[in-house]
């Protein structure tokens, strides 16, 4: 019995670094908003629904899509506070052509929702609170998603990565804030974890 517990101390310690890094990030205010790249939030208003927000940028309208056809925007626009990682429209487009007509088939809802859900972290991480966390943490993070597994985000250089390598999604450009939520635009889909 004393082994089981032994193994399972590595992750309990994970998981209480995860949880404080939520509270942590929870409990910032509105004015710390400011871009992972030192550029300006975009000028949304605070009440505006996300789904709205996402649906006026221009390089978000595949993601807007998919939210609709999985019925997620009700949860997104709802009480809770998500901060999401959607991949800009360049990222679905990049997709080969067998696996974006799997994602977007209607029958491969159940998919769909896996795929975005993991892309999904719960709690409001601005981008003020992400610098802090990636210096705290000596360079990584770790989010629980709303997904199957938690994704880790690194620093590189003056980039922020989700996962390592060549293929790692990559944040760019200002967040939206708007409503409950942060959207992060991300260059590439994050993989399903192994």
């Known amino acids: 019995m004393a082994h089981g517990n032994k193994s399972r101390r590595p992750a309990i310690q994970k998981l209480s670094i995860v949880i404080a890094l939520a509270a942590m990030l929870g409990a910032c205010q509105d004015n710390d908003r400011q871009a992972a ?10 009440s505006e629904m996300v789904t709205t927000a996402i649906g006026n940028d221009a390089d978000l309208s595949i993601s807007t899509r998919l939210i609709g056809a999985a019925q997620l925007g009700a949860a997104l626009d709802g009480e809770g506070s998500y901060t999401v990682f959607l991949p800009v429209d360049d990222a679905w487009n990049s ?3 067998a696996e974006r ?8 809802r159940p998919q769909l929702i896996a795929v975005l859900r993991q892309h999904i972290a719960p709690g409001y991480v601005l981008a003020s609170d992400l610098e802090k966390g990636l210096s705290d943490e000596d360079g990584s993070v770790e989010l629980a998603t709303m997904g199957v597994a938690p994704i880790t ?11 390592q390598g060549n293929e790692a999604p990559r944040i760019v450009g200002a ?9 992060y635009r991300i260059d590439r ?5 192994e």
């Open 153 to 163: 985000l690194y620093r590189d250089g003056t980039t922020i990565t989700i996962g």
């Open 189 to 193: 889909l994050i993989p399903p974890p």
């Open 101 to 108: 007509q799997a994602i977007e088939n209607t029958e491969n």
């Open 37 to 46: 790249d030192n550029e300006s939030v975009d000028p949304i208003a605070n």
């Open 95 to 97: 997709l080969d052509a």
């Open 175 to 183: 967040p939206i804030v708007a409503g409950n939520d942060v959207v």
